[in-house]
């Protein structure tokens, strides 16, 4: 007769083994599309890459908000079997609620995009700006944890040393450009590529400018 602890040490592998098939990480199960761009304890930044005509396998992910850097036709597949087709414009972004999908890249182009998954156990309190000084926003995607914008900064956009927000920000860029963001008194990032990424966490003293001498496109997703 199996022992209490050998009976114990069974039950959890195999609690252990059922966690995993019900959530499936996409960077562990679909290393080839999914890959960690940066890692703290507010999120989970992810570049995504599909070549035309390429296939992911099932997995989860938790709340989170795509912005979509190249765009194309994809269709997203679920447990039941149900599938989906969808046209995801570039320089868009969406919501998603936690779950589970199966993403297939069916256009012709190749799908580039960044995905924000949220690691807090709940949505914060923040209120997130509706404007900001020497910035255009226009709102891409709204959800009851973040807000995604499309930013122009205008050519004279300048945020002074010391300056704070008391809501996270991820900024994404659009394209290439020149825009100086410096945080927390370390030396400034001031060049940018598509597709480049920075954390701003909530009560982080940072500077930014616009270097370029002219208005420069930007992703803002804004956390509460």
Do not use: C
Not at 26 to 31: E, F, L, N, S, T
């Amino acid at each position: 007769m199996r022992s209490l602890k050998a009976l114990t040490f069974v039950a959890l592998a195999v609690l252990g083994s059922t966690a995993l098939v019900l959530a499936q990480d996409p960077v562990k199960v679909d290393a080839t599309h999914y890959k960690v761009v940066l890692d703290n304890a507010a999120v989970r930044i992810l570049r995504i890459s599909y070549a035309p005509g390429s296939k992911s396998v099932m997995h989860d992910h938790p709340d989170s908000v795509v912005v979509v850097l190249n765009g194309g036709k994809t269709t997203f597949t679920t447990p039941d079997g149900k599938s989906q087709e969808q046209d995801m414009a570039t320089n868009s972004a969406l919501y998603l609620p936690a779950g589970k999908h199966l993403p297939s890249n069916t256009g012709t182009a190749a799908n580039l995009a960044i995905l924000v998954e949220f690691k807090t156990p709940a949505a914060g309190k923040a209120a997130l700006p509706a404007s900001r000084t020497g910035m255009t926003l226009a709102m891409l995607a709204e959800g009851a944890r973040a807000t995604a914008y499309k930013a122009t900064a205008s050519a004279t956009f300048a945020e002074p040393a010391g300056t704070k927000h008391d809501y996270d920000q991820v900024i994404i860029a659009l394209g290439a450009t020149q825009m100086s963001l410096s945080l927390d008194g370390k030396p400034a990032r001031t060049t940018w590529a598509k597709g480049d990424v920075e954390f701003i966490g909530r009560g982080v003293a940072h500077e930014s400018k616009n270097s370029s001498g002219k208005p420069v496109d930007f992703a803002i997703v804004a956390i509460k």
